[in-house]
Nanobody, 120 residues
Framework: QVQLVESGGGLVQAGGSLRLSCAAS????????MAWYRQAPMKQREWVAS???????NYAGSVKGRFTISRDIAKNTVYLQMNSLKPEDTAVYYC??????????????WGQGTQVTVSS
């Protein structure tokens, strides 16, 4: 079994910054892709950013240049540094990780979500 624990959300004024973390623990042999998604009220969940096992990063157009995804392989942790935040960034942010377990098996997991609220 694998557990994901997210942290770092909160309330910030427009133009401010937040850093989200998502730590994975449990029966992990290695971690493949890691990503962040978000879901605003009354909207579908949308992809925000991802980082591959090789370290390649990709971003949604709406956050490119403002958000940075990174990871600490030793800590099985993925981060999302969010700068120049806008009210439209307000959402619940979820991490998503594809884990190679000790079985071995490839299984994807979602974090519990962390609220980010940007005031104007």
């Amino acid at each position: 079994q694998v557990q994901l624990v997210e942290s770092g959300g909160g309330l910030v004024q427009a133009g401010g910054s937040l850093r989200l973390s998502c730590a994975a623990s449990g029966s992990i042999r290695s971690i493949n892709a890691m990503a962040w998604y978000r879901q605003a009220p009354m909207k579908q969940r949308e992809w925000v950013a991802s980082i591959s096992s090789g370290g390649t990063t990709n971003y949604a157009g709406s956050v490119k240049g403002r958000f940075t995804i990174s990871r600490d392989i030793a800590k099985n942790t993925v981060y999302l540094q969010m700068n120049s935040l806008k009210p439209e960034d307000t959402a619940v942010y979820y991490c998503h990780i594809v884990v190679i377990t000790t079985t071995p098996a490839s299984i994807s997991y979602w974090g519990q979500g962390t609220q980010v609220t940007v005031s104007s």
